[in-house]
């Protein structure tokens, strides 16, 4: 994304605006590039020292691109020699690869109210939260981070949390002449270590908090403190929004020298007692999802707020977005009401479908370790009044030792266990899977309510199909990933396409040329399910102005053995729920056939057969114009297969083999 006019710019200017060592002669610049990869035509390609690797090796890479010019350190010029652009060279490219980026486009950030956010969680999710906030104010807002890079209605998918400086300008200058005139990003440790945020004055800089990560990267805590501290330092923001709720962020606020806020969101925080704004009487669960809560400021100020998503973590994020909003300009009651109706923020807590009736309600999280998973599964416990059907796997060739742990939280904290993979990667799937499972036994030893299923998007199909209204089901771990690693291989895959697939797919009605109405729910059941199901049969066929409705069930076994007693319920149900003619398929649901028949009224009209081929021949044989029929059962009975021949979809279809009866 770099804006439609491209500045040009001669390079003498370059040179002279920056001290620069060299000789430009007299080429003009039309932009500005960090990795040889991402040269365009006209670019100055600025080679960097890096980790592992020297930019000004793949120079001649970047010339053969279109490069025009390279910028780099006396490290990096003598590695070049007859290249036959200009190289020019500063002890310190990284540090002004920002500026630089910055000049070239005409310091576009200044034109808009930019907030950064940082902190090892929540960033995402209070990015979003912010920049709700500000489209109150202003209509046209961007948002850079992890999921997207945004610009009004249009986005791409973002390559990083933080991009390099010459892509941030860039996304400025695409902002600034699209008319957006303001930006909220998440700016990663990573990014402000190698100076990303280069030649960017936030307007106002957040803080989430602070947890043991990315030590690899920063060495220790320390470092790592030291690094999202930066973002602090005068130069870089103009104001700050620190959430005091650990430690870390009571330091950063008795540090920083800009004016601060600081905002605690629970009681007992670390920095509690002398909190600007605080967050009391926080009610979780409320309007059936998210939460309210008091926010309580400075000089007697008190406002009723709300997160939109569950959980108390969305709570703190709601208030630390709602004092960055209002710091950044938007008087603090509409701060309140942007942050109250931000939009699903992809795959965090995203309600994909909502509950309705007959329908459970179905989230994506981004919870892909043992911390997240037992946060996102206790936000979501108290808006559920059923069962909460959790979806998870985890990755491969990543930390193995966590498979069990998480294991184990689903099984504490889920009633449903649909596991399945995430991004195996180089690994087997399964292997992955069982680990997963040997944590879910040292809670549940029976494997009671647990399946094990891949690929995922059929995981998430059944997970949906074993819900009914009341309950939540929530798939983790992907959040808004777009693709899904296998083998090696990038598969186009996302968790809330998924879900859409699926409930396209979960009640397929198909009318016959001959009037049969087919409707397919047997990709998975349970007796709870099924009951559903038989409950919108009637409906079904009350609203087609159908004649009989009629149910063609397996035993509903998809979450283990089902016991004869309920397997007689469901017999007596599709009885007493109107259905006019029972189809039972197979031996092991012979009790849902005595239980229609002995419900009473049902004479005749309920038969058993032995299996899905005994079951084929009757229809043909009985079915007749304005029949509506339900197939349903669990997944081994494999009624998917006769639901798609009744449809006409598959091969050997049924609809005209037999008369009508
Ligand atoms: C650990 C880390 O952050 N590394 C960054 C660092 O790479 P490096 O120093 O190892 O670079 P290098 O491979 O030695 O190469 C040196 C130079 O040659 C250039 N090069 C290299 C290869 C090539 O083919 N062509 C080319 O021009 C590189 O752009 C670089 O400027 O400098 C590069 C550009 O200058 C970054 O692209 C690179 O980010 C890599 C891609 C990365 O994966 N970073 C992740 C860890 C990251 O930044 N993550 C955070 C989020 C973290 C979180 O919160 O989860 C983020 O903001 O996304
Ligand atoms: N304020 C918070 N404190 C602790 N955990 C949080 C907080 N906000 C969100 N989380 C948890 O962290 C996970 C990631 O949230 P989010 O994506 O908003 O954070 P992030 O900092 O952007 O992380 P990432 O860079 O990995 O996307 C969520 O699944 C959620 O359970």
Redesign the pocket.
């Given at each position: 994304m770099r804006p439609a006019s491209r500045p040009r710019r001669h390079l003498s200017h370059l040179v002279e605006a920056f001290g620069l060592a060299g000789e430009a002669g007299e080429v003009t610049v039309t932009g500005v590039a960090?990795?040889?990869?991402d040269v365009q035509p006209g670019d100055l390609f600025v080679?960097?020292?890096?980790?592992?690797?020297?930019?000004a090796?793949?120079a001649a890479?970047?010339v053969a691109a279109g490069a025009v010019a390279v910028l780099t350190d006396d490290g990096g010029a003598g590695r070049l020699a007859g290249l036959g652009v200009p190289v020019l060279t500063t002890p310190a490219p990284?540090s002004l690869l920002g500026p630089v980026s910055a000049w070239f486009y005409g310091e576009p950030g200044r034109d808009l109210t930019l907030v950064g956010i940082t902190g090892t969680n929540g960033k995402t999710t209070t990015c979003y939260f912010v920049a709700a906030a500000l489209e109150r104010r202003h209509p046209l807002t961007g948002v850079v981070g992890?999921v997207e890079l945004r610009v009004g209605e249009e986005s791409i998918e973002s390559p990083?949390?933080?991009v390099?400086a010459p892509v941030l300008h860039g996304l400025f200058a695409l902002m600034r002449e699209r008319g957006a005139t303001a930006c909220a990003m998440e700016v990663?440790?990573?990014?402000l270590a190698?100076e990303?945020v280069g030649g960017v004055q936030f307007d106002v800089a957040a803080f989430t908090n602070l947890q043991r990560?990315?030590l690899d990267?920063h060495g220790d805590m320390e470092g790592y403190f030291r690094d999202k501290a930066r973002l602090f330092a005068p130069e870089r923001a103009r104001r700050a929004v620190v959430c005091v709720d650990d430690e870390w962020g009571v330091r950063l606020a008795s540090e920083v020298e800009i004016p601060v806020d600081t905002v605690a969101t629970r009681e007992g925080a670390a920095g509690w007692a002398g909190a600007d704004w605080r967050v009391t009487a926080a009610t979780i669960g409320l309007d059936g999802v998210g939460s309210t809560f008091t926010l309580e400021g400075p000089g007697g100020v008190r406002v009723e707020a709300a997160s939109p998503l569950p959980g108390l973590v969305n709570v703190s994020n709601a208030a630390v977005a709602v004092v960055v909003a209002h710091r950044a300009g938007i008087p603090l009651d509409e701060a309140v009401a942007g942050v109250a109706g931000a939009h699903a923020i992809p795959g965090r807590m995203e309600r994909v479908i909502e509950r309705g009736p007959g329908q459970a309600l179905c989230l994506v999280d981004y919870a892909h370790t043992p911390d997240a998973l037992t946060l996102a599964l206790e936000a979501v416990r108290p808006i559920t009044p059923g069962r909460l059907v959790l979806v998870f796997g985890s990755d491969g060739d990543r930390d193995q030792g966590k498979r069990p742990i998480m294991g184990e939280i689903a099984a504490r904290l889920a009633d449903v266990l649909v596991v399945t993979d995430e991004n195996p990667r180089s690994e087997e799937p399964a292997a992955i899977r069982a680990s997963i499972l040997d944590g879910v036994r040292a809670v549940r030893p029976d494997l009671r309510d647990v399946v094990e299923l891949s690929p995922r998007s059929e995981a998430l199909r059944v997970g949906m199909e074993l819900a009914v209204e009341g309950d939540t089901v929530i798939v983790t771990g992907k959040g808004h990933e777009p693709t899904q690693e296998i083998a090696g291989v990038f598969h186009r895959y996302n968790d809330r396409d998924a879900y859409l697939t699926a409930l396209a797919q979960s009640w397929q009605v198909t009318v016959r040329p001959d009037g049969v109405t087919v409707v397919d729910a047997a990709h998975a059941a349970t007796p709870d399910s099924t009951r559903a199901a038989l409950r919108r049969l009637r409906r079904e066929r009350d609203e087609r102005g159908g004649t009989r409705a009629v149910a063609v069930l397996a035993a509903p076994d998809d979450l283990g053995p089902v016991p004869v007693t309920e397997l007689d319920a469901l017999g007596r149900a599709a009885v007493r729920l109107g259905v006019d003619k029972l189809l039972v398929v197979g031996e092991d649901a012979r009790a849902v056939h005595v239980g229609a028949v002995q419900e009473g009224s049902f004479d005749g009209e309920s038969e058993l057969v032995p299996d899905r081929a005994a079951a084929q021949d009757w229809l043909a044989r009985h079915l007749r114009p304005g029949d509506v029929v339900l197939v349903k059962g669990g997944r081994s009975a494999g009624l998917a297969e006769l639901a798609g021949k009744l449809a006409g979809k598959l091969a050997g279809e049924l609809a005209g083999e037999g008369g009508a009866a």
């Open positions: 960090v990795g040889s990869a080679a960097l020292p890096g980790l592992r690797a020297h930019g090796d793949y890479d970047a990284r992890t990083r949390t933080t390099e990663s440790s990573h990014a190698l990303r990560d990315h990267f």
